[in-house]
């Protein structure tokens, strides 16, 4: 399995752009989670889904922020629009549904940074 | 909701001593504790786990403590060398379904002095 794939490894753009951040889970795991990670903040926990349903979405910082699974496979992460503060490594992460395995897989991370 | 303190932020230490680095949590419900590495530039990745069943676990030069009455646990690392250079997040999980919300600590960067 080639791990969690997150496209593209880095982003740059332009205040209000759109940016859309992509992630292919490994396949089997039925939970997947967006991190954002800043100096400041740490790893913050944006939204995750089990089983392609968004279960918590309380992390997301504003509306500016979605994210959709449409199906086991994929997953984005769409900031409309951006702003210079939403730079950042923006992490996916899958994990198995299993009650003695909650270990993160993470994928690469994008590097977003928004001028 | 689950709030993991860290501390310190900053761990520098010689090669060949020990490190070790403290965590706080506060929903008393969480049950699993990961620690996870990341070294430059790459993703975190895990290195140990503890569920709250259990008060200690061990893996070669890594250690992790558990008290869930004071709701502390720590990761300690032993014989510290260069490639332990990293930063370190802990993490807690509240209890309430399998692999649910994981809430990171503002991580700890180490570094491994010659």
């Known amino acids: 399995d080639a791990g969690v794939i997150q496209s593209p490894r880095h982003e740059v753009t332009e205040m209000g752009q759109e940016v859309t951040l992509r992630c292919k889970p490994i396949?089997?795991?039925?939970?997947l989670f967006w991190y954002r990670q800043t100096m400041m903040r740490g790893l913050e926990l944006l939204i995750y889904?089990?089983?392609?349903?968004?279960?918590?979405d309380s992390g997301m910082p504003e509306d500016r922020f979605s994210a959709k699974m449409p199906n086991a496979s994929f997953s984005t992460l769409k900031i409309q629009p951006s702003e210079p503060r939403d730079s950042a490594v923006y992490f996916c992460?899958?994990?198995?549904?299993?009650?003695?395995?909650?270990?993160?897989?993470f994928g690469s991370g994008t590097q977003l940074s928004v001028l | 909701g689950e709030n993991v303190e860290q501390h310190p932020s900053t761990l520098s230490v010689q090669e060949g001593d020990s490190a070790v680095i403290k965590c706080t949590y506060s929903?008393?419900?969480?049950?699993?504790f990961p620690w996870y590495k990341q070294e430059l530039g790459k993703r975190p990745q895990l290195i140990i786990d503890?569920?709250?069943?259990?008060g200690e676990k061990k893996d070669q030069r890594i250690a992790v403590t558990l008290n869930k009455t004071a709701k502390h646990f720590s990761l300690h690392i032993t014989e510290t060398q260069p490639e332990d250079s990293a930063v370190y997040f802990c993490?807690?999980?509240?209890?309430?379904?399998?692999?649910?919300?994981?809430?990171f600590g503002s991580g700890t960067r180490l570094s491994i002095r010659p």
């Open positions: 992460a899958s994990s198995p549904n299993s009650l003695s395995n909650e270990k993160l897989f």
């Open positions: 396949s089997g795991h039925d939970y």
């Open positions: 889904f089990n089983n392609n349903v968004p279960i918590d």
């Open positions: 929903d008393s419900a969480s049950n699993y």
């Open positions: 503890i569920r709250s069943n259990v």
């Open positions: 993490a807690a999980t509240p209890g309430y379904s399998s692999a649910s919300k994981i809430i």
